[in-house]
């Protein structure tokens, strides 16, 4: 009987203009030497990445373009080690539902990648794993989670619920992340797996078990899914401002956000201000869309945010002053 349960094919390999590679047309990529200049897992991502159903091509440039996309996957990693520098389990926060909006938000996000990819390996689907394995690292981690979270990493007191909390999802994703990345970034899913745990064997050893039911939660996905779509539209009002030198950064921002901006129910002037990252946000009823301007308030020395009750720049506000305590 066949050796095998079953055999995938694919298209030629092509050169970067779509020609067929030849000796005598001297369009020939050697696989040895991509390797030798950026490295086996280029090679294999590259070829995760492309429709394998259809010809594909390959060439300088589209290795520039699958480095590139390995460079910001190990920056997630590299994010990951850092943060979870020191973490153990009487850190971890075993009930779900102690945590805050946007640790649980992002186990759901957790939940529904860990189905896709599980559907992806069962249908070959190769390109779709690899495409939303990346996307949920740059989208919803480091330009979202990651970015409004980090406040909290750094300035909150280590046993504050709010932290340990971040650090608990921290370490949910580092545990799927680099299971995930095994099967495509080979070598280096090994270097980070050893890097946190030298002593636990090899990352290739490890089952990816399907994702506990309990990260589901489809309405507070809506609601969070909705605060994105206002945070890129609060963005899209502050970058001009940014470019124009009137604000360093959004933290210095006060945004006011009129009555035809979507806001969920249940979000405070507060939650708003965090997860926008900016100084305040005003609710208004009197204004219709979304602007910006430099706040009044002074920047607190350690966490960077302008609030009312820091005095002059570079005192502390008042939760800083009770971590240092």
Not at 28 to 49: H, Q, Y
Not at 119 to 142: G, Q
Not at 154 to 180: K, M, N, Q, W
Not at 259 to 272: C, D, I, K
Request: charge should be negative.
């Amino acid at each position: 009987h066949a050796p095998y349960k079953a055999v995938l094919t694919h298209g030629f390999t092509m050169d970067a203009k779509g020609m067929k590679m030849s000796k005598s047309l001297g369009n020939t990529i050697d696989p040895l030497k991509v390797m030798e200049t950026n490295g086996a897992d280029i090679i294999r991502l590259w070829a995760l990445s492309v429709d394998y159903t259809e010809d594909h091509r390959i060439g300088d440039e589209i290795l520039k373009g699958v480095a590139d996309q390995y460079r910001k996957l190990r920056n997630t990693f590299r994010y990951l080690l850092g943060a979870l520098e020191g973490f153990s389990d009487a850190e971890k926060v075993d009930d779900i539902a102690q945590m805050p909006e946007l640790e649980r938000y992002v186990l759901n996000q957790l939940f529904h990648l860990d189905v896709s990819l599980h559907a992806a390996i069962r249908d070959f689907d190769f390109n779709s794993y690899v495409r939303e394995l990346a996307d949920f690292c740059n989208d919803d981690l480091s330009a979202f989670f990651f970015d409004i979270r980090k406040d909290r990493l750094y300035c909150d007191a280590p046993g504050s619920i709010e932290r340990r909390s971040y650090r608990t999802v921290l370490d949910i994703l580092f545990e799927r992340l680099v299971r995930y990345a095994a099967p495509v970034l080979v070598f280096t899913a090994e270097e980070i797996w050893q890097t946190r745990y030298p002593d636990q064997g090899s990352v290739h050893l490890l089952e990816i078990d399907e994702a506990p039911n309990d990260w589901q939660d489809g309405e507070l996905a809506a609601k969070v899914d909705a605060l994105r779509g206002l945070r890129e539209q609060v963005s899209a009002v502050i970058e001009p401002l940014r470019r124009e030198k009137v604000l360093g950064s959004s933290l210095e921002a006060k945004v006011t956000i009129g009555m035809m901006a979507s806001v969920p129910s249940g979000s405070t002037p507060e939650s708003l201000a965090e997860l926008l990252i900016t100084s305040e946000v005003v609710l208004s009823d009197d204004f219709v869309e979304i602007s910006a301007e430099r706040t009044d308030h002074h920047k607190c020395g350690r966490c960077w945010r302008h609030l009312p009750e820091v005095k002059e720049d570079g005192t502390l506000c008042g939760r800083c002053e009770e971590v240092l305590a």
